[in-house]
């Protein structure tokens, strides 16, 4: 009985752990992985560098912008942090 009350101070700091820091960073994740899976042509987006462009093609898994006068460039979907606006 006193081992689960001395176990009991550790048990309450993992699960505030998980549901302070774990769980809002697994709900990111996720809601970043769709919005990759989701990406389509045309879309203005951000990657994780702040550069700003256009979708102009989609690979599997690489994303192509247009950035400026025609300049195409070439990233991964994990690259794209977020969509300014559809």
């Known amino acids: 009985m006193e081992t ?8 309450l700091m993992f ?11 697994q709900k990111r994740q996720k809601t ?5 899976s989701d990406l389509q042509r045309g879309d203005r987006v951000v990657t ?8 102009d ?9 247009t950035v400026a006068d025609g300049t195409r460039m070439q990233f ?3 690259a794209i942090a977020r969509v300014v606006d559809k």
């Open 4 to 11: 689960l009350f001395a176990l009991a101070p550790l048990l």
């Open 48 to 55: 994780v560098g702040g550069l700003h462009g256009s979708v």
């Open 32 to 36: 970043t992985a769709k919005m990759q």
């Open 57 to 65: 093609a989609l690979d599997d898994t690489t994303v192509y912008l």
């Open 15 to 25: 699960v505030l752990m998980w549901a302070l820091i774990i769980r809002p960073a």
């Open 76 to 78: 991964e979907r994990q």
